[in-house]
């Protein structure tokens, strides 16, 4: 396994993020980049419900699930938390494991970004702008999202059981 990039992304007022879950960069880990290819390695480690595109360049999360994004083609800068959060630059054979909660935002991308979404447990992700009246509710939820069975990448090894699910174990 190459590097393997994690960090807490904590509350940042209207973006609940996850104080529990790091985010995961796996850097270069990706053998094939055709979007068709990430899909299905993603589906045969139970993260489904996939789509190929770009990243929004607005803040948002999922409160109801956790999100692959691995790297089809060019390269991204995806800023995470909120505003004043963290800029991750992501290119071809990346993948980046968002925890439920945690915003993402593209706030630069090469002319041939493509990236691949997918979310574990076969569960149909919602869409949060962090817009007023959100929380408490989304707080609930994401406290209550199911730890995935299998690494998006690495299937029944990898990062995620030891930054993940070890550290739930604790």
Request: glycine share 10%; proline share 8%; net charge negative.
């Amino acid at each position: 396994m190459n590097d393997v990039v994690h960090r807490i992304i904590e509350d940042n007022g209207p973006f609940p993020n996850n104080p529990r879950l790091p985010l995961l960069h796996y850097k270069k880990v990706l053998d094939d980049y055709d979007p068709q290819k990430i899909q299905e390695a993603f589906s045969s480690n139970g993260w489904v419900n996939s789509w190929v595109n770009g990243i929004y360049s607005y803040h948002h999360y999922h409160s109801n699930t956790h999100e692959a994004l691995g790297i089809s083609g060019g390269s991204c800068e995806v800023q995470i938390g909120g505003e004043g959060g963290p800029v991750f630059h992501l290119e071809a054979g990346d993948v980046l494991v968002i925890p439920a909660g945690v915003s993402h935002k593209n706030v630069g991308a090469s002319e041939h970004f493509v990236c691949v979404g997918s979310y574990p447990l076969n569960i149909p992700y919602d869409m949060r702008r962090g817009e007023e009246g959100e929380r408490p509710e989304v707080d609930k939820r994401i406290s209550k999202v199911p730890l995935p069975t299998y690494d998006p990448v690495y299937g029944d090894e990898g990062p995620i059981f030891k930054h993940w699910i070890e550290q739930q174990e604790d």
